[in-house]
């Protein structure tokens, strides 16, 4: 029998938001935002703080090459996966657990582009852009990663 | 010539998030942080080894860019901007 292999066509057009913000965010209103006749799938990853038993998280970027990077991130991805619209939003400053740390929405007219182009940007996110979170516990404070 | 340093999470806390250096003209990345380490002996002792060689978990940009080990003599120009930061770990 044979298979088709799903198109990743690129996507120049693809609609895009990416914010480095202290403000929180509504994931459904991106969720509605990304919603669109030629998409098919929605697929959202939303971060938060766990509770590892610290008081607060506190998160810090380079801001002008923090954005530059998810630009890059966000161009790969839409062309790389066909996708037609990705959000990226990661939240800096001072966080409580349960707080949303970062949320990714992308859109694609079929579900394995949108969760395949999804995880990508995490991973990528995750591995490049300069952003860092550090852990506050009531006896002290660690740099994640390091 | 003047080159700004922005430091970034553990290293931010070392040097403060800005700084402006005074080097001399042509001076290398390698410079640079030579200068930052005199200047500052508890960054000196985070992102050196015994031998004096950067550790591996110090991450450089120049001007936005990443910066790789083999970069290390490469000059800097007056006004360039040079970050300093470990290992990311936002998302």
């Given amino acids: 029998m044979e298979t088709r292999s799903p198109s990743f066509r690129p996507c120049p057009g693809a609609e895009t938001l990416i914010e480095i913000t ?13 919603k669109s006749t030629a998409a098919g799938a929605v ?3 939303l971060g938060t703080v766990r509770d590892d038993g610290l008081r607060e998280m506190v998160v810090e ?10 630009d890059k991130i966000c161009n790969e991805a839409a062309d790389r ?10 939240r ?5 657990v349960g707080d949303n740390i970062v949320l990714i929405v992308v859109s694609a007219a079929h579900r ?13 996110l995750k591995s490049r852009v300069p952003i860092w979170k550090k852990e506050i516990f009531d006896g002290g404070e660690r740099w994640v990663g390091t | 010539m003047k080159i700004k340093v922005r430091a970034f999470a553990s290293f931010r806390e070392m040097l403060g998030s800005e700084l402006e250096l ?4 042509e001076s290398s990345v390698q410079e640079l942080l030579d200068a930052l380490a005199s200047l500052n002996p508890r960054f000196c002792s985070e992102a050196f080894d015994r031998s004096g060689l950067l550790k591996d978990y110090v ?23 040079v970050a300093v930061f470990p290992p990311v770990s936002g998302g």
């Fill in chain 1, 92 to 96: 800096l400053g001072r966080l409580a």
């Fill in chain 1, 61 to 70: 970027a380079y801001p002008e090459a923090a954005l530059a990077e998810l």
């Fill in chain 1, 81 to 90: 996966f066909g996708l037609t619209s990705v959000y990226i939003i990661h």
């Fill in chain 2, 22 to 25: 005074d080097l001399p003209d």
């Fill in chain 1, 43 to 45: 697929v959202t990853f």
């Fill in chain 1, 112 to 124: 394995r582009e949108a969760f395949g182009g999804c995880s990508f940007i995490l991973e990528e």
């Fill in chain 2, 59 to 81: 991450l450089l940009m120049k001007n936005r860019k990443r910066l790789d080990r083999d970069s290390m003599n490469q000059a800097l120009e007056d006004g360039d901007e």
């Fill in chain 1, 22 to 34: 202290e403000d929180d965010f509504c994931p459904q209103e991106i969720i509605e935002r990304a």
